[in-house]
């Protein structure tokens, strides 16, 4: 059972960056891939970002691509999704998730994940 805590979620002004935050119980288990979706009011919840525990290996959706990066920190059991030149496209609620024996493309792909965090609001406006 994998457990998992986000956090950093806020409202910043268009243009602007959060850093977001991911704890996970069972984070250094390399079976993981670790990553982010959002969902936004009305919306399927989609994939943004996703991180394989194995060697790496990650992915991001084009929508973000060149403004938000994903990483890790297997000290601190904790993967981020750094935002930056926010939109108010990107407003949404932001879930971490985790998958086993999976790859990160064919994660952030499946609307369906095993394990969920509760979801971290982020409001892009001015």
């Known amino acids: 059972q994998v457990q998992l805590v986000e956090s950093g979620g806020g409202l910043v002004q268009p243009g602007g960056s959060l850093r977001l935050s991911c704890v996970a119980s069972?984070?250094?288990?390399?079976?993981?891939?670790i990553g982010w979706f959002r969902q936004a009011r009305g919306k399927e919840r989609d994939g943004v970002s996703c991180i394989q525990n194995s060697d790496g290996s990650a992915y991001v959706v084009d929508s973000v691509k060149g403004r938000f990066t994903i990483s890790r920190d297997n000290a601190k059991n904790t993967v981020y999704l750094q935002m930056n030149s926010l939109k108010p496209e990107d407003t949404a609620v932001y879930y971490c998730a985790a998958r086993p024996y999976a790859t990160a493309q064919t994660m952030c792909a499946s609307k369906s994940q095993p394990y969920w965090g509760q979801g971290t609001q982020v409001t892009v406006s001015s």
């Open positions: 069972d984070f250094t288990s390399e079976k993981y891939v």
